[in-house]
C-alpha cells in the first residue's frame, strides 16, 4: 500500500473513532519517515522543523499544504477519498459538532475580517437588517461549548465586525447572513474548507482558503482577489475593475460576468 493510502486510511479511522488523534499522529509520523527516502524534496517542504513532536492538527496542515508539490495522480487520488469528507472540513474528525448563533448590527462602510480554520465559511443574503451569524463548532464530547466560545476573538462596532476562530481546537465553520448595504474592506479566510460568497458590494474583497473550493457569486467591488489551493474557483455575475484569481490545483470559471476587466489568473 503507497503512503498517501496509508495515510488516508488512517485519517478514516480517526473519523469512525476507531483511533484517537494522538494515536494518527504517531502512525502518520511513522509513514512520513519511511516516505522521505523515496521523496526527499516532497517531504522537506511538508515537513516542520522543530525541537518538538509535530501535532496532529499541524500534520494535517502540512499535508494539505504538500499537496501542490505531488504529482497529478496523487491529487486525483486525494480528491475521490475526499468525497467523503464533506466541504474538506477536518473538524469533522472530532466527535461532535455544536453550534451558536450571534447577530449584530450592520451599518454602510462597516468593514469584514473573518478567520476560522478546519472549517467552511457560507456568505449569504439576510432577511432582516441584521448580520446574523452561526458557528458550527466540531469539538470532542468531553469539551464545554462555552469554554471554547472563549477562545474565539470577537471585535464589533459600528466600523468594523472581526472574528477569528483559528484558535479552535478541532475546527469551526461560520455561516453569515448579511444584509444588501454597502460594506467596506472585506476579508474571508479559511484553512482547510470551502468558502461561498453570496451577492455582496463592498470597497475592497479578499476571500481566502488554503484547501478547499471556492465560489463568489453577485459580487460587486473595484477589487476582487479570490486564493486557493487544491480547489476550483467559480466567479458568478460579479463586477468588478480588478480581479485576482488564484488557486494551485484546480480549475477557475468566470461566468457572466461581464463588468470583470483587468484579469490576473495567477
Known amino acids: 500500500m503507497k503512503s498517501r493510502d496509508e495515510i488516508l486510511m488512517i485519517l478514516k479511522m480517526v473519523q469512525d473513532g476507531k483511533i484517537s488523534n494522538e494515536d494518527a499522529a504517531k502512525l502518520i509520523e511513522a509513514i512520513e519517515g519511511k516516505q522521505s ?46 468525497r467523503n469528507f464533506p466541504e474538506v472540513n477536518f473538524g469533522n474528525w472530532f466527535n461532535d459538532v455544536q453550534k451558536r448563533h450571534f447577530s449584530y448590527k450592520a451599518t454602510e462602510g462597516m468593514a469584514f475580517d473573518i478567520t476560522t480554520k478546519n472549517g467552511s465559511v457560507r456568505v449569504l443574503p439576510a432577511d432582516d437588517d441584521k448580520i446574523s451569524t452561526i458557528f458550527a463548532i466540531s469539538v470532542k464530547k468531553d469539551m464545554d461549548i462555552d469554554r471554547v466560545m472563549e477562545s474565539i476573538t470577537i471585535e464589533h462596532n459600528d466600523k468594523k465586525l472581526a472574528i477569528d476562530a483559528s484558535g479552535v481546537e478541532g475546527g469551526v465553520s461560520i455561516e453569515m447572513r448579511i444584509p444588501a448595504i454597502n460594506y467596506g474592506n472585506v476579508q474571508f479566510k479559511t484553512k482547510n474548507g470551502s468558502l461561498r460568497c453570496g451577492p455582496i458590494e463592498a470597497a475592497d474583497l479578499n476571500l481566502i482558503t488554503k484547501n478547499g473550493s471556492l465560489k463568489v457569486e453577485a ?37 457572466d460576468s461581464n463588468q470583470m476587466h483587468n484579469y490576473l489568473l495567477m
Do not use: H, Q, W
Not at 60 to 82: I, P, Y
Not at 229 to 253: D, F, H
Open 37 to 82: 527516502t523515496e521523496n526527499n524534496n516532497y517531504e522537506n517542504r511538508n515537513r516542520r522543523k522543530t525541537g518538538s513532536k509535530t501535532s496532529f492538527e499541524e500534520k494535517m496542515e502540512n499535508m494539505a499544504e504538500g499537496l501542490e508539490n505531488m504529482v497529478s495522480d496523487v491529487v486525483d487520488t486525494t480528491t475521490k477519498a475526499f
Open 219 to 255: 459580487a460587486k467591488t473595484p477589487t476582487l482577489k479570490a486564493i486557493t489551493k487544491n480547489g476550483a474557483i467559480a466567479c458568478n455575475s460579479c463586477e468588478a475593475s480588478k480581479v485576482a484569481l488564484n488557486t494551485t490545483n484546480g480549475s477557475i470559471g468566470v461566468y
